[in-house]
């Protein structure tokens, strides 16, 4: 049995790993969370310690660690005896943090894909671009890796899997829907890192279609849902890490993403793109200074995690899954509805970072526990979906499931 | 007499303003241009010569200078031997530069009010803030210094003194229009330097109206306007230098200045403006870089000069003076029309430099034949008119009145 975890990152939704973990650290055992500023690990285990998260008493102890370097975080790896690495830092240190855990052993998780600060959107399937790379190397070690367990991706991977393992027999489609439709108050906002919101965003749209990768440009292709409780929202097709492991995973059936924006969104990253302020790419200033746009934009807009207090209303995500059942055309769609306030409350982060957070605590559970410490590289529609998604029933991300036979919990 | 012309600034402007000495050498004697980098003076001079722009073999020389540091341009001053000095440089220099004139007994001119970089919109009047305070001290020395002697500032204020003079007893409102109805076919660009086109929009929007200054915000007072040749165009109140100057010397009159916006100009600066990223205050970035923001917005956005190759379509800019003609109400509109395209041909910048830039040649013209070298410090409309605006209908810049008798040019 796995035990101990170090928490890598310190940002809104490294707050609400650090909460899971709290309150599960009677399975988890010693906590430890590190990033490059200690004081915001400080202050997310004082936030712990304000709500009385923890469980039993027990170790949760903050570092400073710069995870770009390896050596660094695999010595830190030792010094805390974690067995257990939750990545939810920058996605640009997934690659070191990875190596850490293939050195010493430790279980490896993180929330996205790995990104080169230089460059955006590379060549699907975008996995394959790093983190694929060493999966023969996990194998080699035994180490258990598993990529993208946050809630897009990561559950949505999970619900595609139970579809097609319990609702149909061929899988046709899978199209996930992101929408946040609460509100946070100010003129803008990205509701996480804003630099990695909008590089999600400046790149070619890829989905997997007719047995191929199709591209389209950001907010070409939109079209309006109508989901349980959020009603009838708007979402454009956009890239996203997870249609690039499904696209693998079920070769035959269409894969797309679609993420919900306001018309002021739309607005706001127009402009900004347009003019050039979102390239990671360096412009000089008359003055002779080196500074990468996108950088500064997101200098300027609200910290994400300054929302919390005020985020009210909720979010939907899901996956509408099509497929043949029996030689009949069926459907279901399987979904989480989060609410931002709640998530304040108990956690102390907006709903976004909480769908986010949950996850691969049930995750590093089901590790700790043993169902899921499958010893090589995996993503999550890979494993069993069901022990997670009961656990993550029981620990605040319930799932329902909405068909021709109605609106109901998943396992009702 | 007065000769011999230093050019400061080698920006848009400041093409033109060097085409136009070029033009009138005969008249101004040798000719220089000097800022911060000696290659962008030496393009001037380059583009100059490829027209065939000097009327007569003579001097035109380019000089590297910093122009923030005084004594630098008293040197140059005293060892090019100009006795006029063009100011077309950022507005940041203004007093280090007429400070410089002071010291050499230079005649001084610019077409913007100085700026101290690290504030927006001082106190009403602006020229009280720096330029007034220096009246005395050329009055002393009996230097000619002439503020804000561009289009607008410059060729407007001698609109309203026109006006004033020819067309009625008491003045009771100026309004002041700039409307560039031109295209440069890129999705967004300002038309001039971009850090100070949005300075000029970020503060506080002063209007002289019932004897006093009255405040509003930017974009919150628009009105249709229906102006020659370029038809009916949406304009809003704007603050503005001359609004300052004219309200000081017609203090019974409302000065009002009005700039139209299109709705894709108005949505981009509310975008950046919004986002903070028209600051003029430091922000630092996630990796500890201090940048100011509007200058990365500088950075980003096209410049300036490179738009005159494919600038189509006019400008209007004029005055609607209106007042009491023995007894009666009356009013007149005085403006020019300049276009894009042949301001290009002949000088190989847009209609908009152009407009700027010629006026303070004229003036150059007329101190250097002892019309206007009045050996002290004024605004535009404290100098005799007709004969500036002769000259300017000869150089380019053709007035023209349109009231109760119909449109014709000025002196008909």
Same mark, same amino acid.
Request: without cysteine.
């Given at each position: 049995m796995k035990r101990n975890v170090l928490i890598i990152g310190a940002g809104g939704v490294a707050q609400v790993v650090a909460h899971k973990c709290a309150q599960n650290n009677d399975v988890l055992g010693d906590l430890h969370i590190a990033s490059r500023t200690v004081a915001k690990c400080q202050a997310i285990l004082d936030s712990v310690h304000e709500k009385g998260a923890?469980?039993?008493p027990g170790v949760f102890k903050a570092h400073a660690l710069d995870a770009m370097d390896s050596a660094a975080v695999a010595q830190l790896i030792r010094d805390t005896g974690a067995r257990i690495v939750i990545n939810v830092g920058s996605p640009f240190v997934n690659m070191t943090v990875l190596q850490a855990c293939i050195d010493t052993g430790a279980a490896y998780m993180d929330t996205a894909i790995h990104e080169d600060p230089a460059k955006i959107c590379e060549t699907p399937p975008w996995y394959g671009n790093y983190e694929w790379k060493r999966r023969e190397a996990c194998e080699k070690a035994g180490v258990t890796a598993i990529l993208g367990i946050g809630f897009d991706p990561g559950v949505v991977n999970a619900y595609a899997r139970l579809a097609a393992d319990d609702y149909m027999d061929t899988v046709t489609s899978i199209d996930i829907v992101d929408i946040n439709? !609460?509100?946070? !108050?100010?003129w803008f906002s990205t509701n996480f890192d804003p630099e990695i919101n909008f590089r999600e965003f400046t790149g070619t749209v890829y989905s997997w279609q007719n047995g191929a990768w199709q591209t389209n440009t950001m907010f070409e292709v939109g079209r309006e849902w109508d989901l349980p409780v959020v009603g009838k929202q708007k979402a454009y097709m956009t890239g996203h890490d997870e249609v690039h492991s499904l696209a693998a995973n079920y070769p035959d059936a269409d894969v797309r993403f679609w993420m919900g924006f306001g018309d002021h969104y739309i607005n706001v990253f127009t402009v900004l793109k347009n003019l050039g302020l979102l390239s990671e790419q360096p412009v000089k200033t008359a003055e002779g200074l080196e500074v990468i746009p996108l950088k500064v934009v997101k200098a300027v807009l609200p910290d994400p995690s300054s929302l919390a207090p005020d985020y009210v209303g909720k979010t939907c995500i899901g996956d509408l899954v099509k497929g043949i059942k029996d030689g009949k055309e069926v459907e279901v769609f399987i979904y989480n509805v989060a609410d931002h306030k709640d998530a304040y409350n108990e956690v102390g982060s907006q709903g976004i970072s909480y769908t986010a957070g949950v996850p691969p605590v049930a995750a590093a559970m089901l590790i700790a526990n043993g169902t899921w410490d499958i010893g090589t590289m995996v993503n999550v529609e890979e494993l069993d979906p069901k022990p997670f998604l009961t656990l993550l029933d029981q620990i605040g991300l319930p799932t329902r499931v909405k068909d021709a036979a109605g609106d109901r919990p998943w396992n009702a």
């Open positions: 923890m469980k039993q439709a !609460g509100s946070h !108050g100010r």
